[in-house]
């Protein structure tokens, strides 16, 4: 059996599933509940200056007759007392010791503020901090979150005040709301933050009200812009984070990774991608903590079958496979093939590639059923037909090289080769 | 034994009676199916419905929130769409192409999902539809039925002024007097005429039968088309011994008091044979047992590779508990003191296929006995032949023979069961819109 065993910065938890910065993990009640279904760790509920919370605070995207595609929310940090937070936070640590202990913080912007509370926050026992420069609402009109992790060098000088006061690991939390995150986390990493997570939510409105005509979340006739997060996210989360891990500089720190992960699978691909563990928050909030029982199952199981022993073994495998447009190989060719045992005549793949693709495929009628072929010498290869089958490897793609040899855009630029072949 | 009415109490009736497929209870019911829908294209639903209704479409319009629009897409195709979501035999149409059988997976509840966009419309008396102004042109409808209704409704929109005439006291022909009432109720299909006459430019003449209280030469000569949606009435005879006793009744008389007069009133034996197993059949036999009959047996010359009725009706029998004697032929019904007593039957087998391939039954000469209080014929039913003979009216077996739904009397037009000699409503939708847009182009109008 794999050991799913992490160790993040030298904190050690029995798995690599941590809950985020969020409800979830923002009282005693829910972090030990947590821990009891299986949880490796918490990133406590961001702690910082009082505040006060509005109703109500979330909505969601449905699709297709599921439930919470994506879901988005304008709560701002913890709205509990300091004081009850941080003994909590020490019960828990006491209870569970195995597991990891992250707390979440956004100070006031002045460096007492963040020495004050750095301190109080260690002396519960807490294993690292997270902080949160990435909440895209209500603190950040205060100067805060987001508006911290949208500026470099203001990031780089709070991430400064930390460390000077900070005697466990620090991970600095990064925004979306940016068009890079790079310059954000290079900042913060030579600030010496010992580690990175991300990603926050993303701004966002769900939806319009197309009776009332006001947006979600609504609250006495308005809205605001809320935080999106969910499925929907884990694509634009990958890909920032994969510009981390690609990063020469950001790279060298440890990432967490977040955004959209509800399955092994998921959380799988974001370690693949460069994540040493990751973090959940959404997927929680929709089916409770009982899900990690078939990440830690479904984790271990695939590792076994890959022969994978550790974490180790596969975090970052997948950085290198992705590349720049022009190092493609344009002699890779292949060519859709539809199983005709297993097609059940749908006419999707015909549609979408008639309509909007190269209509490479041919339909011969038939009452009720028509039959639908590919025409090899129209198809690009551009996978619209698989995509939308709705058969399991209906339709495949099937390799037709146009030539053995490796040649990309740059080559084939040099060499004059035919262009617009299409 | 006897043959008595009132068997039952007042909630074994309406249990017995209740809507043999009950519709969605919530909206999210619905959307849950509605949203395994494919949206196939050239969809074989679509191409397996006689009136070709744009199924995903309809189905894509419930799950986008737009009801309107769903109905608005069942009707302009199946202007009775309601009454087919309810009576048509979906499992060898519409669902029973659906992709997902491929699959091995249950179809989508197309019938289901058609229920619930139009019941919402009735319930609504959503109007969907506008009436071009009228354009002068006058056509008689004989027949109130699906085929007289559907061409109305198609005729009325183009801005031609119809009236039918209706032998009846009520509208939807055989829907209304033939079809089981554990799939439409009276009212249901009292409301559905109500609703598609609601278009205006329709008037109903109930109680004028054409052959008694008005002739064909009159309506030619009042109107510039008329279009015959008569359907196939009466009752096929069996031509054997016995067969006027008291205790034989004719299957679509024994359904039609069933459906006018209410269930206690409706007399019906402790032991019935039923002959047939067309849909009438069925219907009759599970409505005897539903009636309260203590045995209901039915009878059927040929084997199960040739029942004219769908698998699905056969369950609904067996499910109820009725006997199924395969390869039986009546002979001769017994009586004693003038009652029936018992049906005597031929036992048959197939015979070799004949120059078209076709295998018919042949006697074995062998006998059998049921012993029975009560006889329903339901071996088909025989076209209005005296009307049709009487107008001079082309025919092959007196099914109305047209061209292009033209009979050989110009001006005259004709369709449903009285052209086909008896399929279902649906088709009968079909066949009258055909009928109509045959008028608008002999009327000019398009
Ligand atoms: C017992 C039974 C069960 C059935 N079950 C089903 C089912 O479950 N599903 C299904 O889809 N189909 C079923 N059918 C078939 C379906 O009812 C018919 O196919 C359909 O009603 C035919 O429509 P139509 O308009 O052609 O004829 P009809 O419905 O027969 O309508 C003809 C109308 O013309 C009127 N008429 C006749 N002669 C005259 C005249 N001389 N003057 C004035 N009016 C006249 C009649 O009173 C009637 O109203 C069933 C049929 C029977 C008999
Ligand atoms: C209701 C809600 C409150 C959140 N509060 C915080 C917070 O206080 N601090 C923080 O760093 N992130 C907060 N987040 C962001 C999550 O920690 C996480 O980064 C984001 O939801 C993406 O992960 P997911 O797709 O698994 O939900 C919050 C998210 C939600 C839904
Ligand atoms: S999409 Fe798939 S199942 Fe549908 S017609 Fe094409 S190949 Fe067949
Ligand atoms: S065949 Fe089935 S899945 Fe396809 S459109 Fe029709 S109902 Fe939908």
């Known amino acids: ?74 709560e701002l940090i913890s709205d509990r007392p300091l004081e009850i937070n941080l003994k909590e936070i020490a019960e828990c640590v006491r209870l569970f010791p195995d597991r990891a202990m992250i707390v979440s913080l956004m100070a006031d912007n002045d460096r007492r503020s963040w020495h004050e509370l750095i301190k109080k926050v260690e002396d519960t026992g807490a294993h690292g901090l997270e902080l949160n420069f990435g909440c895209p609402h209500g603190m950040t009109e205060r100067g805060m979150g987001a508006a911290v992790g949208q500026d470099p060098e203001i990031a780089c000088m709070v991430v400064e005040w930390v460390m000077e006061a900070a005697t466990i690991p620090v991970i600095t939390k990064l925004t979306p709301n940016v068009h890079s995150v790079v ?28 009776d009332t005509f006001v947006p979600n979340p609504y609250v006495a006739g308005k809205s605001v812009f809320g935080g999106y997060c969910g499925p929907a996210v884990k694509p634009i989360a990958l890909k920032m984070l994969t510009t981390i891990a690609q990063d020469e500089l950001t790279s060298k720190v440890p990432i967490s990774g977040i955004g959209g992960i509800s399955t092994w699978r998921d959380a799988v691909e974001f370690m693949l991608l460069g994540a040493s563990n990751v973090q959940v928050c959404t997927a929680a909030m929709k089916h409770g903590f009982r899900i990690v029982e078939d990440m830690i199952e479904g984790l271990n199981n695939w590792m076994d079958e890959k022969g994978f022993q550790k974490l180790e073994d596969f975090i970052g495998k997948s950085v290198p496979t992705i590349t720049h447009w022009e190092e493609l190989d344009i002699n890779y060719h292949h060519i859709a093939k539809i199983n005709q045992d297993k097609c059940i005549h749908c006419g999707l793949c015909y549609i979408a590639c008639e309509d909007t693709s190269h209509q490479s495929i041919k339909l011969a009628y038939g009452k009720p059923y028509n039959t639908y072929t590919v025409i090899e010498e129209e198809c690009v290869g551009c996978n619209l037909c698989k995509l939308v089958c709705p058969v399991d490897n209906c339709i495949t793609m099937e390799e037709h090289r146009v030539a053995p040899e490796y040649v990309n855009w740059i080559e084939w630029q040099k060499r004059g080769l035919p262009l617009n072949d299409h | 034994m006897a043959i008595q009415n009132n068997r039952l109490t007042a909630e074994q ?189 329709i008037e109903i003449k109930y109680n004028q039968e054409l052959g008694k209280d008005i002739s064909l030469a009159q309506l030619k000569k009042e109107y510039d088309a008329v279009f015959l949606g008569i359907g196939v009435g009466i009752a096929r005879q069996l031509e054997i011994p016995g067969e006027k006793l008291e205790g034989v009744v004719d299957a679509i008389q024994f359904i039609y008091d069933l459906r006018a007069k209410g269930y206690p009133t409706v007399p019906v034996g402790d032991k019935v044979a039923v002959i047939g197993m067309g849909m009438t059949a069925i219907d009759a036999a599970t409505q005897a047992k539903r009636l309260g009959a203590k045995e209901v047996t039915i009878v059927y010359r040929r084997t199960k590779d040739e029942m004219p009725c769908t698998q699905h009706e056969l369950d609904i029998a067996m499910l109820d508990g009725c006997e199924i004697i395969w390869l039986a032929a009546p002979k001769k019904v017994k009586s004693e003191k003038g009652k029936v007593k018992s049906l005597v039957c031929s ?100």
């Open chain 2, 13 to 201: 009736y309406e249990q017995n009676f209740s809507d043999i497929h009950p519709p969605f209870e919530t909206q999210n019911a619905a959307l849950v199916e509605a949203n395994r829908c494919l949206f196939c294209y050239d969809a074989p639903c679509t191409k397996s419905c006689p009136t070709s209704i744009d199924v995903p479409k309809f189905i894509k319009q419930i799950t986008s929130g737009n009801i309107k629009g769903s109905a608005h897409t069942i009707f302009s195709s199946n202007i009775m769409g309601a009454g087919c979501s309810r009576v048509c035999p979906v499992e060898k149409l519409c669902e029973g192409s659906c992709v997902f059988n491929l699959m091995d997976e249950p179809p989508i509840p197309i019938a289901k999902l058609q229920r619930y966009s139009t019941e919402k419309a009735m319930e609504n008396n959503w109007q969907l539809f506008e009436r071009k102004p009228s354009t002068g042109k006058k056509v008689a409808i004989v027949g109130a039925g699906p085929a007289g209704l559907s061409c109305a409704h198609v005729l009325s929109k183009e801005g031609v002024d119809v009236t039918i005439y209706e032998k009846e006291s009520k509208g939807g022909g055989l829907m209304t007097y033939g079809i089981a009432a554990y799939k439409v109720t009276p009212q249901f299909c009292e409301e559905e005429v109500n609703y598609i006459t609601a278009i205006g430019g």
């Open chain 1, 183 to 210: 310059p954000t986390g290079r900042s913060v990493v030579k600030a010496g933050t010992n580690g990175l997570s991300l990603i926050n939510t993303i701004q966002s409105v769900t939806g319009v009200d197309l």
């Open chain 2, 347 to 446: 036992k048959m087998q197939m015979g070799e296929p004949d120059a078209s391939g076709r295998r018919s039954p042949v006697d074995t000469g062998e006998t059998f006995t049921l012993e029975v209080d009560m006889v329903i014929k339901a071996a088909g039913q025989t076209p209005y032949e005296k009307l049709i003979k009487k107008f001079n009216i082309q025919h092959s077996a007196f099914k109305i023979k047209t061209d292009n739904c033209a009979t050989n009397i110009k001006g005259v037009f004709a369709g449903g069961d009285a052209v086909n000699g008896g399929k279902e409503v649906v088709d009968a939708v079909q066949a009258g819109k055909d009928g109509a847009r045959a008028i608008l182009k002999y009327l000019k109008l398009c």
């Open chain 1, 1 to 74: 059996m794999a050991s799913l065993e992490s160790n993040f910065l030298g904190i050690k938890s029995p798995n690599p599933f941590w809950l985020a910065s969020a409800p979830p993990t923002d009282k005693k009640y829910n972090v030990l509940r947590a821990f009891e279904a299986g949880w490796g760790g918490v990133v406590w509920k961001t702690l910082g200056s009082q505040v006060k919370n509005v109703s109500s605070r979330y909505s969601a995207v449905d699709y297709g007759g599921q439930r919470v595609m994506g879901f988005n929310n304008i």
